[in-house]
């Protein structure tokens, strides 16, 4: 058990840029999800995966945004056209879940954006 | 929609001493589950309990217990014998047993500081 990967730990980027960020989670998490955290703030819910089907999206995953898991492993979240209020703590967590079985999160160490 | 609520953004301790700190939320759901995480600085989101709410008994894991008040809807958590490592942001969450509608609603959390 390695724990949740994320990559980059930070990103930097010009408004209107485009940006990607990739979450590996814990090998045999079935469930994936992102938050987002601003400063001072409690994680706000993006969206989250069991396998590869992309069971719920919030409304604040705007157009821009897109999330996708291939092959139920890896994630990647996809910001599209940067604005400066994208600049966040990008969380990823896993866990494995089934019938009956209810697991608790485990989180990456987030990816932090700054669009400038 | 669910919605989660700390009232206290900032709690500080003596070190060895006991803090409570405060959480209520909102739901028409019967069932569903509590936790609480920790979030020291620049690291990553930990468990540190978690509450069934069909349960009536307390959890308690070491030095950490919480208080789940159902018909008040509150689930405080208690630190006994507060160290130097448990200063972090707590955050409280709910989860709804639904399938589909499994995300956590996280509150705003609490900033816990120990004093030595």
């Known amino acids: 058990d390695t724990g949740v990967s994320q990559d980059p730990r930070h990103k930097i980027t010009k408004r209107g840029q485009n940006v990607t960020f990739r979450c590996d989670p814990i090998?045999?998490?079935?469930?994936l999800y992102w938050y987002r955290q601003t400063l001072g703030q409690g994680p706000e819910f993006l969206t989250y995966?069991?396998?590869?089907?992309?069971?719920?999206k919030s409304r604040l995953l705007s157009d821009r945004f897109s999330a996708e898991r291939p092959k139920g492993s890896f994630s990647t979240l996809e910001i599209q056209r940067t604005e400066q209020g994208d600049s966040a703590m990008y969380l990823c967590?896993?866990?494995?879940?089934?019938?009956?079985?209810?697991?608790?999160?485990?989180f990456g160490n987030g990816t932090r954006l700054t669009v400038t | 929609a669910q919605t989660v609520t700390q009232s206290q953004p900032e709690m500080s301790v003596q070190e060895a001493e006991t803090v409570t700190l405060s959480c209520t939320y909102d739901?028409?759901?019967?069932?569903?589950?509590l936790f609480w995480y920790k979030q020291p600085p620049s690291r990553q989101m930990i468990l540190v309990i978690r509450?069934?709410?069909?349960?009536?008994q307390n959890a308690t894991e070491n030095r950490f217990s919480v208080n789940f008040q159902k018909a008040a809807k509150s689930f405080s958590l208690k630190i006994s014998d507060s160290q130097l490592g448990d200063a972090a942001m707590y955050f409280c969450?709910?989860?709804?047993?639904?399938?589909?509608?499994?995300?956590?609603?996280f509150g705003t959390g609490t900033r816990l500081t120990i004093i030595p």
């Open positions: 509450q069934e709410a069909y349960k009536q």
């Open positions: 739901t028409s759901e019967s069932d569903y589950y």
């Open positions: 995966f069991q396998n590869e089907a992309q069971l719920e």
């Open positions: 969450a709910y989860r709804s047993p639904n399938f589909g509608n499994e995300k956590l609603t």
């Open positions: 967590a896993s866990s494995h879940e089934g019938t009956g079985l209810i697991s608790p999160l485990h």
């Open positions: 090998s045999e998490h079935n469930r």
